[in-house]
C-alpha cells in the first residue's frame, strides 16, 4: 500500500500530525537543496528517535573501497560515496533545563510541516508539553539561499504557553557525522580545526583520500517578540563540535527567536588556506540582510526559476503537485552555474547510488534543462562530458580496448568508473550511446552545431571505436554481434544481443561517420586539429561502416517484434497481470535467480529505444512493441513510468497515459516503491516533465520545426507551460477542446500544430 499522508496542495508539500514512523520519509520528501548544497529535512532541535541525519556538498565526495567477494580485473577500485557533511542546522533546546525533543515529549500537537515550493523555503510548527509539565508553541523555517549560494539561514521561535521560564538555544556545528551508506565504516572526515570568535564558529575538515578542504561556520542573532536582544554567547567547543550557548529569562507568551546563519566554504571555490576569511566574509553578508531580507530574495530568485519551468495543471490538485514537485526538486540539486557538477540521482535528498552522474542526465535531465533554462545550461552538462573523455579512454583500456576508445562510466564522479555490481560496471555499456545522444539531442534541439566540431566529434569518435571493438563477427549468423551485456531492463544480466544495446551502438557509429564528413566540409580546421589528436584512418571508417551496416538485431516472426534479447522467447511469459500482488515487488520478494529467469521487465528496454527514436519507426510498429512488452514491465524502476506514459500518449491511450504519468509525478510522494526515507529520485523526475511535454503536448522537432500534437487526459480542466526554444520562448495552452500558444517578445516563431505549420507572434 502506498503511503497518503502528503497534503494535496498545488504549491506546498504538506504534512499535519506528528507520527514517528514517517520521520525519515519526510526528512527525504521536504528535503531542500540550493545547487551548491542540500540537506535532508531533519529537525533542527535534538531527536532521539530513527533519523537519517544528511547535509551534502555538490562536488564533494569520497572514494570508498569497493566491496566485494570475488575481485575481477577492470573492477572499479572504488566507490565514490556522496558524503555526509558537517551538521550546521543543529540547534539544542532546554526549558528550565530539560531537552525538547519531540521522541520524549509528554504530548506533541498541531504539527505541521511545509515545504513551499512556489517560495523555496522549509517551515514546522508544533506545540509541545515537556516531561516537566511545560507547554510550548515552536514555528521554524529555513532556506539555503540561491542568492548566496554558501549560506542558509534557520528562524527558530519559541513562544511559551503557560508559564516564564529559562530557555537556552545552543546553535551548534557537528563534524562528527558518519555516512549511512559506507562499505568499511572509513572515516570520511579530519577535522582540522575548530576555532571560535565571540558569535561566529568554524569547524575546518578535509575529507581523506580526495582531499576536499571545507569550512563549515554558523552565526546567531537573538529576538524577544521580534526586538533584537544582545544575549551573552557562552562558546565551548570539542575536538569535532562548536557550541553557543545563549539563555534567557523568557516571560509566558513572549517569543523567543534565535537566527541561525551558517553553511560551507569549499576549496573548489576558494584557496584552501583562506577558507575561514572566506566564510567570515559569507557571513557578514548574511547577517547585514538579516533573515527577512534573505527569504525576500529567496522569492524572487524561484519566481525567476518558475517563470520558466512552471506547468499549470486545472482540476487535478494531486497531479499539480506532483509535477511542481519534480521541477522543484530539479532545481534544487542543478542550476547549472558550476561545468565540473552533474544531477546525481538522489540530488541532495541521501547516500544511496553513491555517485553523482549516471546515464539518466543525458537520456533524461537534458531535455528538461534545454528547454527551461538557457541552452547554455544544457552545453555545459555536454561539456562535462568532454571534460571527462581521456578518463573514458583510461575506463576501456582497463577493459582491454584500445586506440582512444572510451566507455563512460555508470556511476562517476571525477570520470572514472566507480559502481561495484560487476554486471552493471562491466555489461551495461548502452550508457555509452546516451552521451552520443545526447550531442545529437542539444543539436536537435538548439540548432547550435558549434558544440560537435569544438568538442562532441572528439567524444562521438571515442564511442563508436569502443563499439567498433565490442562486437564480434557470427560466422553462424553471419552479422555481428554483441555478447555478454546487460540492457536497461537490469532483471537480465550477462545475456547476448540486447536489441537496445545493438541499436544504439549502430546508431552511434552512424552518427559519428555522419558528423566526420559534415565537419570535414564545413569546419575544416576543426576537422584537421580533430583528425591529428585521434589519428583516425579511411581504414577504420570503412570498418565501423561495416559494422553499422551488418549490425544483427533477433527478431521474432511470430510475434513481429524485435527480441528484447536472444533467449526471450524461452522464457516462461507470464504477464504482471497474472503475476500474484503478494510477488510485488519482485527486487524485494524473489531471489536474483528468479529474477533473471523472469520475463518480468524492471524498465522500459525496447522501447527505451522506440522512444529515442521514435522517427525510425511507424507508429504500427510502437503499438505491436508496447502490446507486447509492457504487459511483462512491473516499473520498479524510477525511470520506467515516463517512457510508457510518453508512449502510450503517442497511441491515443489517455488513460494509461494519465495512469503513467501519476506514478511518475508522485513516485516519491506517495512512496510507490516503498523506499523514500532513502532519498528522492531526482533523475527520473525530469522524465515526469517529459511526460507532460513530450507525452501529453506531443512536442518534437518535426524537420528542424518545434512541433506538437496536443492531447489532455479527461482528468483535467487544461493544463500550460513554457519552453526556451532557440532562444525564444514559447508557451502552450491546452484545455478540453483546444489548443493556444504564445511567443513571449516581439519575434515571430514557426511551429507545427498536428501537422499543420503555423506562425506565432502573440497569440493564434
Not at 8 to 31: H, M, Q, Y
Not at 84 to 105: F, S, Y
Not at 430 to 440: E, K, L, T, V
Request: aromatic share 14%; hydrophobic share 35%; glycine share 6%.
Amino acid at each position: 500500500m502506498n503511503q497518503d499522508y502528503i497534503q494535496p496542495n498545488a504549491w506546498s508539500i504538506l504534512e499535519e500530525g506528528f507520527n514517528a514512523e514517517r520521520v525519515k520519509s519526510s526528512e527525504s520528501l521536504f528535503s531542500i537543496g540550493n545547487g551548491a548544497m542540500g540537506q535532508r529535512a531533519n529537525f533542527e532541535e535534538k531527536y532521539t528517535g530513527p533519523t537519517f541525519q544528511g547535509s551534502y556538498i555538490a562536488g564533494v565526495y569520497y572514494p570508498d573501497k569497493t566491496r566485494v567477494g570475488w575481485w575481477k580485473n577492470g573492477y572499479p577500485e572504488y566507490f565514490a560515496k556522496v558524503l555526509n557533511a558537517p551538521n550546521w542546522i543543529g540547534i539544542n533546546v532546554k526549558i528550565n533545563n530539560e531537552d525538547l525533543d519531540l521522541h520524549t515529549c509528554k504530548s506533541v500537537s498541531k504539527f505541521k510541516r511545509e515545504l513551499n515550493m512556489k517560495e523555496g523555503w522549509l517551515a514546522r510548527s508544533f506545540e509541545a508539553e515537556l516531561q516537566n509539565g511545560i507547554k510550548i508553541k515552536v514555528d521554524a523555517k529555513r532556506f539555503l539561499s540561491l542568492e548566496l549560494d554558501e549560506v542558509g539561514v534557520i528562524s527558530y521561535n519559541i513562544t511559551l504557553l503557560n508559564s516564564d521560564a529559562t530557555i537556552t538555544y545552543t546553535p551548534y556545528l557537528d563534524a562528527s557525522i558518519t555516512n549511512e551508506d559506507t562499505n568499511w565504516d572509513d572515516q570520511f572526515w579530519d577535522v582540522l580545526k575548530v576555532t571560535q570568535n565571540n558569535q561566529q564558529s568554524f569547524i575546518e575538515a578535509k575529507t581523506m583520500k580526495t582531499n576536499f578542504h571545507t569550512c563549515t561556520f554558523m552565526q546567531s542573532r537573538l529576538f524577544i517578540n521580534q526586538e533584537e536582544i544582545l544575549v551573552d554567547c557562552d562558546n565551548s567547543q570539542t575536538e569535532k563540535e562548536a557550541f553557543c550557548n545563549y539563555t534567557q529569562e523568557v516571560k509566558e507568551n513572549q517569543t523567543y527567536t534565535i537566527h541561525k546563519f551558517g553553511g560551507y566554504v569549499v576549496d573548489r571555490n576558494h584557496d584552501k588556506d583562506t577558507l575561514v576569511s572566506a566564510a567570515k566574509k559569507a557571513l557578514d553578508k548574511a547577517v547585514s540582510f538579516g533573515f527577512e531580507a534573505l527569504l525576500e530574495t529567496q522569492k524572487n530568485s524561484w519566481a525567476k526559476i518558475w517563470h520558466t519551468s512552471d506547468i499549470t495543471i486545472e482540476g487535478d490538485v494531486k497531479a499539480q503537485q506532483g509535477i511542481r514537485f519534480n521541477i522543484f526538486q530539479l532545481n534544487q540539486t542543478y542550476l547549472g552555474t558550476d561545468a565540473s557538477l552533474n544531477i546525481g540521482p538522489k540530488g541532495f535528498t541521501g547516500e544511496k547510488y553513491g555517485g553523482s552522474t549516471y546515464w539518466d542526465t543525458e537520456a533524461y535531465c537534458i531535455p528538461f534543462y534545454m528547454a527551461t533554462k538557457d541552452q547554455s545550461v544544457a552545453r555545459t552538462l555536454l561539456e562535462y562530458r568532454y571534460n571527462h573523455l581521456e578518463k573514458a579512454i583510461e575506463n576501456a583500456k582497463k577493459l582491454g580496448f584500445t586506440n582512444g576508445a572510451a566507455l563512460y562510466p555508470m556511476v562517476t564522479m571525477n570520470g572514472e568508473e566507480c559502481h561495484n555490481e560487476w554486471e552493471i560496471t562491466f555489461e551495461e555499456i548502452h550508457r555509452n550511446g546516451a552521451i552520443a545522444f545526447a550531442i545529437y539531442n542539444y543539436f536537435r534541439y538548439t540548432n547550435d552545431y558549434s558544440y560537435i566540431p569544438e568538442k562532441g566529434l572528439e567524444v562521438l569518435i571515442g564511442i563508436a571505436r569502443f563499439w567498433h571493438q565490442r562486437v564480434n563477427f557470427s560466422m553462424d549468423k553471419k552479422k555481428f554481434v554483441m555478447l555478454g551485456v546487460t540492457g536497461p531492463n537490469e532483471y537480465e544480466n550477462n545475456i547476448n544481443n540486447n536489441w537496445y544495446t545493438n541499436y544504439i551502438a549502430k546508431w552511434c557509429i552512424e552518427y559519428a561517420l555522419e558528423n566526420i564528413e559534415t565537419v570535414k566540409i564545413d569546419h575544416i580546421s576543426d576537422y584537421i586539429r580533430i583528425k591529428e589528436k585521434t589519428n583516425f584512418t579511411d581504414e577504420e571508417l570503412t570498418s565501423w561502416r561495416n559494422v553499422a551496416e551488418n549490425m544483427y538485431f533477433p527478431f521474432s516472426e511470430k510475434h513481429q517484434v524485435y527480441l528484447q534479447q536472444d533467449g526471450f522467447l524461452d522464457k516462461e511469459l507470464i504477464t504482471v497481470e497474472d503475476l500474484d500482488k503478494s510477488q510485488r515487488p519482485i527486487n524485494q520478494k524473489w531471489s536474483w535467480d528468479r529474477i533473471l529467469r523472469s520475463p518480468y521487465i524492471k524498465q522500459a528496454d525496447t522501447l527505451q529505444g522506440f522512444y529515442m527514436f521514435e522517427d525510425h519507426f511507424s507508429k504500427e510498429e510502437l503499438e505491436r512493441h508496447f502490446d507486447f512488452y509492457e504487459p511483462f514491465t512491473v516499473h520498479e524502476s524510477s525511470l520506467s513510468p515516463c517512457v510508457h506514459s510518453i508512449q502510450a500518449a503517442k497511441l491515443d491511450r489517455m488513460d494509461q497515459a494519465y495512469t503513467f504519468y501519476l506514478r511518475t509525478s508522485r513516485l516519491d510522494l506517495d512512496d510507490y516503491n516503498h523506499e523514500v526515507e532513502e532519498g528522492l529520485h531526482i533523475t527520473s523526475m525530469a522524465g515526469t516533465w517529459m511526460s507532460i511535454v513530450e507525452g501529453f503536448a506531443g512536442m518534437r522537432i518535426v524537420d528542424n520545426t518545434l512541433s506538437f500534437a496536443p492531447k489532455i487526459p479527461k482528468q483535467w480542466q487544461s493544463f500550460s507551460f513554457k519552453v526556451n526554444f532557440r532562444n525564444q520562448v514559447i508557451k502552450v495552452n491546452v484545455k478540453q477542446g483546444e489548443t493556444y500558444f504564445e511567443v513571449e517578445g516581439n519575434n515571430e516563431i514557426k511551429i507545427l500544430v498536428n501537422g499543420d505549420l503555423k506562425t506565432i507572434s502573440q497569440i493564434i
